[in-house]
């Protein structure tokens, strides 16, 4: 009964920024790396940022400088702070996390439904 919701998507103009967030709830043991994906239509999706249990935090190219994942373990919420937005960073952006759920189970992958954000140019 784990489950992920993204919010924070929406429509913005090139150069504006968005702060996405990912919310875990259900029965919950432990999440180790979260990470945040998007995919534009016709594009396969892409791995944009993640961020392990301890902090450690990786970033696509693309988005380097630009965005910053974060996360607040006491809320099991992980965030997505974009600024200098553009264009190309419109996709559905989704929310993993891989969760143990109970300390005698194997950790999973949970995902959210994704949220939409769309840079106007």
């Known amino acids: 009964q784990v489950q992920l919701v993204e919010s924070g998507g929406g429509l913005v103009q090139a150069g504006g920024s968005l702060r996405l967030s990912c919310a875990a709830s259900g029965s919950i043991f432990r999440i180790n790396a979260m990470a945040w994906y998007r995919q534009a239509p016709g594009k396969q999706r892409e791995l944009v940022a993640g961020i392990t249990s301890g902090g450690s935090t990786n970033y696509a190219d693309s988005v380097k400088g630009r965005f910053t994942i974060s996360r607040d373990n006491a809320k099991n919420t992980m965030y997505l702070q974009m600024n200098s937005l553009k264009p190309e960073d419109t996709a559905v952006y989704s929310c993993?996390?891989?969760?143990?759920?109970?300390?005698?189970?194997?950790?999973?992958?949970?995902w959210g439904q994704g949220t939409q954000v769309t840079v106007s140019s």
């Open positions: 993993n996390a891989r969760i143990r759920r109970h300390v005698l189970e194997n950790e999973y992958d949970y």
